[in-house]
């Protein structure tokens, strides 16, 4: 997983067809995007700067904002019936999370022998925008809406489990 920038280009009105093509084109060339969905670019932070001086160049303004590149489906991923307030699967199936509206948290179970991760994990599925079950005993990461901290703190702690945050930079 890793941190990247969510840029929504603002693609001016009454430009050909080729105009987006050549914005593209020079953004591949400057090895700073990690994947792209329509309009929306996901960039490295290494790569921020030649990215917004290359859109600057083309007169094309961008919002940009926080997100999460999860990984893909096949790497063990699971979306809920939510994913799409929350995120992004392109089309070469990746997952990016809006840090803007979600976090990504890790439930553990806890000091307690009577922790009952796989039972916790089951009911913060119900409430995920997308999950990794994990199994060996821990229930994995869950992309939950930000305003759900309080819920699973006490789903954690229902099972005797331990909530911590991953989408914190390292």
């Known amino acids: ?12 009105e009454g430009k050909l067809p080729g105009f987006y093509a050549q914005i593209v084109k020079k953004l591949a060339e400057t090895n700073a995007l990690a994947d792209r969905d329509r309009s929306l670019l996901f960039v490295y932070e290494e790569g921020r700067d030649a990215v917004e001086r290359l859109l600057e160049h083309y007169k ?8 999460l590149q999860l990984g893909a489906k096949e790497d063990g991923w699971k979306t809920g019936r939510v994913w799409t307030d929350y995120g992004v699967e392109t ?3 990746n997952l990016f999370l809006d840090l803007s509206l979600a976090t990504l948290i890790s439930l553990e179970p806890g000091m307690d022998d009577g922790a009952e991760p796989a039972q916790a994990g089951l009911q ?47």
């Open 124 to 170: 913060l599925e119900e409430h995920a925008a997308a999950f990794k079950p994990a199994g060996n005993g821990s229930c994995g990461l869950y992309a939950l809406d930000r305003q759900l901290d309080e819920l699973a703190q006490g789903i954690a702690k229902a099972y005797r489990c331990v909530v911590a945050d991953r989408d914190k930079p390292q």
């Open 1 to 12: 997983m890793k941190r990247v920038h969510g840029m929504e280009l603002k693609l001016p």
């Open 60 to 67: 094309v303004p961008a919002e940009t904002g926080p997100w």
């Open 91 to 93: 089309r070469s199936g």
